[in-house]
């Protein structure tokens, strides 16, 4: 199957921006879609965007405009490049790769926290 690891989270101040990494090993070609959620204490998990094939990106209102997903193909990795951070933007972010294709299971990473303050 497939294990992700995301990285990148830090402490920034508001206005800053901040690149998370979600590194993909193991059956990769299995994954056809990845996912960014974040998780604050408490709330429930939020949706922040997903690529999904063709390479259709799309995003959370609260985050158009400010972040963007990629892909480095090689690297098997993807990214949420992360602008004009504000202080509601910290949380927890999580990778996920949904079930399909090969992939049996729903596929999270272990999240990497982004506190952001103002």
């Known amino acids: 199957q497939v294990h992700l690891v995301e990285s990148g989270g830090g402490l920034v101040q508001a206005g800053d921006s901040l690149r998370l990494s979600c590194a993909a090993s193991?059956?990769?070609?299995?994954?056809?879609?990845m996912g960014w959620y974040r998780q604050v204490p408490g709330h429930g998990r939020e949706w922040v965007g997903s690529?999904?094939?063709?390479?259709?990106?799309n995003y959370a209102a609260s985050v158009k405009g400010r972040f963007t997903i990629s892909r480095d193909n090689t690297e098997n990795t993807w990214y949420l490049q992360m602008n004009s951070l504000k202080p509601e933007d910290t949380a927890v972010y999580y990778c996920?790769?949904?079930?399909?294709?090969?992939?049996?299971?729903?596929?999270w990473g272990q999240g990497t926290q982004v506190t952001v303050s103002s």
């Open positions: 996920n790769a949904p079930p399909g294709s090969c992939l049996q299971y729903d596929t």
């Open positions: 193991g059956d990769t070609f299995c994954i056809f879609a």
């Open positions: 690529m999904v094939p063709g390479g259709v990106i």
